[in-house]
């Protein structure tokens, strides 16, 4: 099983950066994908969910209306399309794939700084 997360970097504020999560080794279409984020001297906090169908989706209140999470289950792939970042947003995010398991990716950097 794995899940590897990319698209991370550095941008500034009011930049846009796009997540991309492929996934191996599990039945994609059965799981529910999340994607969450680590800050430094932080919890790590559930960013936003989408169903298996892609039709239901779900966003913590500090992102609502700059983040938009979906899916390809054609591909096996989850995304995470960041508009309107800001300096909070700095984070290691990191996929969750979750139904009779959960499992985790490795995490990608995001640095949102002038």
């Known amino acids: 099983v794995r899940l590897v997360e990319s698209g991370g970097g550095l941008v500034q504020p009011g930049g846009s950066l796009r997540l991309t999560c492929a996934a191996s080794?599990?039945?994609?279409?059965?799981?529910?994908m999340s994607w969450y984020r680590q800050a430094p001297g932080k919890e790590r906090e559930e960013v936003a969910t989408i169903s298996r169908s892609g039709r239901n989706t779900n966003y913590a209140d500090s992102v609502k209306g700059r983040f938009t999470i979906s899916r390809d289950n054609g591909k096996d792939t989850v995304y995470l399309q960041m508009n309107s970042l800001k300096s909070e947003d700095t984070a290691v995010y990191y996929c969750r794939a979750i139904y009779r398991e959960t499992y985790w990716g490795q995490g990608t950097q995001v640095t949102v700084s002038s």
């Open positions: 080794g599990f039945t994609f279409s059965s799981y529910a």
